[in-house]
Nanobody, 124 residues
Framework: QLQLVESGGGLVQPGGSLRLSCAAS????????MGWFRQAPGKEREGVSC????????NYAYSVKGRFTISRDNAKNTVYLQMDNLRPEDTAVYYC?????????????????WGQGTQVTVSS
């Protein structure tokens, strides 16, 4: 059974850092594009960053460029999101997702499998 489990969320002060992890089981990560999405209260789910299955191409939402970094370790079946210089507007539930696609636009509709989410709160 394919499963994604996120970890690493929490409460951090503005300017701080967090690293989210997404551990995958039940499938081989190599064949999947992976993405991080977030949803704040009252807002739609949005793509934060994605990484393709072939070539490892990455894309980022404009609001996080230069602050967030996505990476994948296929040997560990894990995807990471390093988040630096966090801002209050980054507060949201962050979800990991997997899609059996070669390239990705980092849109939620492309992804078939989702984790349960991890809360990130940026506040002083």
């Amino acid at each position: 059974q394919l499963q994604l489990v996120e970890s690493g969320g929490g409460l951090v002060q503005p300017g701080g850092s967090l690293r989210l992890s997404c551990a995958a089981s039940g499938f081989i990560l190599d064949y999947y594009s992976m993405g991080w999405f977030r949803q704040a209260p009252g807002k739609e789910r949005e793509g934060v960053s994605c990484i393709s299955s072939v070539g490892g191409s990455t894309n980022y939402a404009y609001s996080v460029k230069g602050r967030f970094t996505i990476s994948r370790d296929n040997a560990k079946n894990t995807v990471y999101l390093q988040m630096d210089n966090l801002r209050p507007e980054d507060t949201a539930v962050y979800y990991c997702a997997a899609g059996l696609i070669i390239a990705t636009l980092c849109e939620p509709y492309e992804y078939d499998y989702w984790g349960q989410g991890t809360q990130v709160t940026v506040s002083s």
